[in-house]
């Protein structure tokens, strides 16, 4: 990168429910980050299974409890409603780095290569790519077209966004809570 590198602040943010089968492979692949700057607050959605039982020990386990956050909801909102009221909690210069309950980072320099994409000062956001478990096939991230946002506009552009997503936690804040919403709920 041009830019110069600085440590930005980084929160992996997990909400998950009933994933007791993977639970174990996303908190490790956090911890085993080589990156310093970095929090984990893991959202537990009323899940019956026991993942959380599981979360604690491999939390407690790790080493690496004094930057882990977790919650416990004794009764399930969803992830959107898990995810707004965590972020809502988060400081505006901190990114996000949106994490599924049953998905894992990579490798461990993840947050190594975002803090080098995040050191351009126009990046507000990135969306990446991912692969399907256990055989390993590209999922459907692809860019943004111009020509296609220009032409359908952005809503009606081709869902083409998904994992891994992060973005600045002031930006998401930006918008406002209604507009997650459909008929009262998120």
Known sequence: TPYPLQQRPFVCLVVGCNNGAFVERTLRSVFSQ????????????????GSFSLVKDVVESSGQKERATLIRK??????????????RGCDDREIIVWIGGN??????????????????????LTYGQYREFPDYRLGISAPFRDAECKQLGFRGH???ASHLKTFYAGLFKCVDPADF???GTF
Not at 74 to 87: D, K, P, R
């Open 158 to 160: 081709p869902f083409v």
């Open 181 to 183: 919403m459909y008929q």
């Open 34 to 49: 080589v990156y310093d700057n970095y929090r984990l607050v893991y959202i537990d959605d009323a899940s019956t299974d």
């Open 74 to 87: 004794e009764e399930s909102l969803g992830e959107l409603a898990n995810l707004s009221e965590a972020i």
């Open 103 to 124: 998905d894992w980072l990579a490798h461990e320099w993840v947050l190594s290569r975002l803090n080098s994409y995040y050191a351009d000062p126009d990046l507000w």
